[in-house]
């Protein structure tokens, strides 16, 4: 069982996966947990411990003001919580408004992203720049932890989350006899084939 604090499991899991999720056209699903990074992320601006409830919109909203360079974020923040986030998480669906695409399964131009929808008048997010954009504000996280003073460390450098290293069984007890071909296992949230 290996043990990952947050730092390390958005940096060596969380992102490794959400790359492949982009680049196998699964963009909806990685805007699903993007959002929920964000307000991680956020968890380390407030006073409450990291599994605290009922502080989604003020952790949301922290991880946009102050991570987030592109002022869109901010000016859109609410919107974001409200009919991104929100309705991702719970309802497994994006709300009124926000128009989700990929430049690579859409073919939309990236400079679209955070623009309005011409005929609709919907946001449009493109995962490829939402993506780089939370890459950027991780990496602007990991900053600010080595140079603010005021912020509790203590809630990134403790054990997140815990990762089984068991590898899954021996491949020949996976034999398909109609293909004679060896089916294999690959747990996502470690992003290793065994």
């Not at 060596?12 to 982009?22: A, F, G, S, Y």
């Not at 929920?36 to 992320?41: D, G, N, P, S, T």
């Not at 089984?164 to 069984?169: A, G, R, T, V």
């Amino acid at each position: 069982m290996n043990s990952y604090d947050l730092k390390q499991f958005i940096e060596e899991l969380l992102i490794p996966d959400l790359q492949k999720m982009v680049d196998h056209e699964l963009h909806y699903y990685a805007f699903s947990i993007i959002c929920q990074a964000i307000e991680v992320l956020g968890g380390v601006y407030d006073q409450e411990d990291i599994d605290e409830y009922g502080a989604s919109k003020t952790r949301f909203d922290n991880a946009i003001d102050k991570l987030f360079s592109d002022k869109r974020y901010r000016e859109k923040k609410h919107l974001f919580y409200t009919y991104l986030r929100g309705p991702l998480i719970h309802q497994l669906r994006p709300g009124e408004g926000i128009y989700l695409a990929s430049v690579k399964k859409d073919k939309i131009k990236p400079e679209n992203h955070l623009n309005r929808h011409d005929e609709s008048g919907c946001i449009i997010l493109v995962i490829e720049v939402f993506f780089s954009n939370f890459i950027g504000a991780f990496n602007k996280f990991k900053t600010e932890l080595n140079q603010k003073k005021d912020l509790d460390k203590s809630k990134v450098e403790r054990p997140f989350i815990y990762v089984s290293n068991i590898s899954p069984p021996h491949p020949t007890n996976w034999w398909d006899k109609e293909t004679k071909s060896v089916l294999t296992v690959t747990p996502s949230i470690t992003g290793r084939a065994y």
